[in-house]
């Protein structure tokens, strides 16, 4: 089993930044790629961003390219989203996901583990 905690949410003005913190537990090692996802009112979960395990190119969502970063700090078990030039549409509840699968990690069904989520709240 794999934990996932996550942090960082708030409300923030357009055009702030904000950094989201996941640290995973138990056992990280069965983990192949780490996915943030978030989700409005109203709408389906959507991909954000996601990046292997042991580093890797990362993938980006068509709408967060050239805002939004993906890294990752090992020693600390941890994968951090960073948003940059938020948007008030950037506004959900954002997820992070482990999965286990080498697919490619740009759909929630392939994710075996799921943090509880964070509120991101960007005011226009």
């Known amino acids: 089993q794999v934990q996932l905690g996550e942090s960082g949410g708030g409300l923030v003005q357009a055009g702030d930044s904000l950094r989201l913190s996941c640290t995973a537990s138990?056992?990280?090692?069965?983990?192949?790629?780490m996915g943030w996802f978030r989700q409005a009112p109203g709408k389906e979960r959507e991909f954000v961003a996601a990046i292997s395990w042991s580093g890797g190119s990362p993938y980006y969502a068509d709408s967060v390219k050239g805002r939004f970063t993906i890294s990752r700090d090992n020693a600390k078990n941890t994968r951090y989203l960073q948003m940059n030039s938020l948007k008030a549409e950037d506004t959900a509840v954002y997820y992070c996901a482990a999965s286990r699968s080498i697919s490619i990690p740009t759909l929630p069904s392939t994710y075996d583990y799921w943090g509880q989520g964070t509120q991101v709240t960007v005011s226009s």
């Open positions: 138990g056992r990280t090692s069965s983990i192949y790629h």
